[in-house]
């Protein structure tokens, strides 16, 4: 099955929708935000701009955690000359905005999988666009907000939507900022904000170096694994910020024994926590999966444990299956997403990037493990454990 193909398995359905006389398909995922029809929020703020602004005279557009693509893609469809650039941390997410790109004939829009305003190399834009993520912490939506006018042209301006209860902090921030308001709406439990750079100056467009991860940082905290207790920096809207979850501390105990060593993959590492506690035994530490958020908080503490940059590397995928290279180790907390068959795709494929005598370890709840493991063929179990409803697994490739 191609990659494209294998994509498609995550569509929960199509939707149409009309915008400004214009109609746009979007495939939608039960993996990702607003599964059932285009959400509320981002109904309300295209709303806004088509009856308040002038749209089709914007020349550039960043649409910031664009989700399956819905507000950028609007504006594209009845402008097609406007240059958009998304961005969204899910690389899933990324993936449905291209596909969508595609499904509306829509040409010439770049997708970034990153954090917001990474990877940017100083570029301005005419109009910034988000669907403000309420669950993001109140740092890292204070910082969103305030990077905004780096990165707009001189007649630029943001649209913003939140859902209401975060309203009066995303006013705050933007009073504090100096932004003249533009516009503001209230509708359906959301505020809308339009907004451009006021009285005072915007702050220049940052290095693209290891600050922009400091919205991110929670804490500092020691956390018991194994014998040891281990110092790790945790980041906002991240499993295990705090204390670590029933099927970390199980995968810790199923390792504790074994020597993880060479080319290891870590797929979902999360805050980090297992590269760190097998970390001086392995050669080369490869950290996937969707979130980059969890990979660059990942790679973050492995550096702060002296673990060489040239050690670590990263690949940001939608799924699995798009993983690269021959590993030793794969250290696995897989992904359970509606729809898709995973118990006949994930362990075939686990075994195609294992070593000869590689390992993996598994771990995920009792009953989707005994799925999983029903593709098994090539395997051998070499340990089984299963505690508080989920079960660990090592499987040797023979």
């Known amino acids: 099955m191609s990659q494209a193909d294998f994509l498609e398995t995550f569509v929960n359905k199509e939707v149409t929708f009309r915008f400004m006389r214009q109609d746009l398909r979007f495939n939608l995922s039960q993996s990702l935000f607003s599964s059932a029809d285009v959400d509320i929020g981002s109904r309300f703020l295209l709303r806004t701009l088509a009856q308040h602004t002038e749209v089709t005279a914007v020349h550039s557009a960043l649409d910031i955690g664009c989700g399956v693509g819905?507000?950028?893609?609007?504006?594209?469809?009845?402008?097609?000359?406007?240059?958009?650039v998304a961005q969204d941390r899910d690389a899933l997410a990324t993936a449905f905005t291209k596909q969508n790109a595609a499904l509306n004939e829509l040409e010439d829009v770049v997708v970034h999988g990153s954090l917001a305003f990474h990877?940017?190399?100083?570029?301005?834009?005419?109009?910034?666009?988000?669907?403000?993520?309420?669950?993001a912490g109140h740092a890292v939506l204070q910082s969103m907000l305030a990077q905004m006018p780096a990165y707009l042209s001189e007649s630029g301006f943001a649209a913003v939507v939140i859902v209401k209860p975060l309203a009066e902090r995303v006013a705050q921030t933007l009073a504090e900022m100096g932004c003249e308001i533009l516009f503001q709406d209230v509708a359906s439990g959301y505020n809308v904000f339009h907004f451009k750079r006021g009285?005072?100056?915007?702050?220049?467009?940052?290095?693209?170096?290891?600050?922009l991860l400091l919205p991110y940082?929670?804490?500092?905290?020691?956390?018991?694994?194994?014998?040891?207790?281990?110092?790790?920096?945790?980041?906002?809207?991240?499993?295990?910020?705090?204390?670590?979850?029933?099927?970390?501390?199980?995968?810790?105990?199923?390792?504790?024994?074994?020597?993880?060593?060479?080319?290891?993959?870590?797929?979902?590492?999360?805050?980090?926590h297992l590269p760190v506690?097998?970390?001086?035994?392995?050669?080369?530490?490869?950290?996937?999966?969707?979130d980059c958020l969890s990979l660059q908080i990942s790679g973050f503490n492995l550096a702060q444990h002296q673990v060489a940059e040239t050690a670590v590397t990263s690949q940001h995928l939608p799924h699995?299956?798009?993983?690269?290279?021959?590993?030793?180790?794969?250290i696995l907390f897989p992904d359970d997403d509606p729809g898709v068959a995973w118990e006949k795709y994930l362990l075939p494929s686990c075994k195609e990037r294992l070593t000869s005598g590689g390992q993996l370890l598994m771990v995920a709840k009792s009953a989707y493990m005994h799925r999983l493991l029903h593709q098994k063929r090539g395997l051998h179990t070499k340990f089984d454990r299963r505690r508080n409803g989920y079960r660990a697994v090592i499987l040797m490739k023979r």
């Open 320 to 330: 699995f299956l798009e993983t690269a290279g021959e590993y030793d180790w794969i």
């Open 119 to 135: 990877n940017l190399d100083g570029q301005k834009f005419d109009l910034i666009l988000s669907n403000l993520p309420g669950k």
């Open 70 to 84: 819905v507000l950028g893609l609007s504006l594209k469809k009845i402008n097609p000359g406007m240059k958009l």
């Open 199 to 211: 009285s005072l100056d915007a702050a220049a467009v940052p290095e693209e170096d290891e600050t």
């Open 277 to 290: 506690f097998v970390r001086e035994q392995v050669d080369s530490f490869v950290l996937a999966g969707r």
């Open 217 to 272: 940082l929670r804490h500092r905290q020691r956390f018991k694994m194994g014998k040891s207790s281990i110092l790790m920096q945790t980041a906002w809207n991240i499993p295990e910020f705090d204390s670590l979850t029933h099927d970390t501390t199980l995968a810790i105990n199923a390792l504790k024994h074994k020597r993880v060593t060479g080319r290891v993959l870590f797929w979902n590492p999360r805050q980090g």
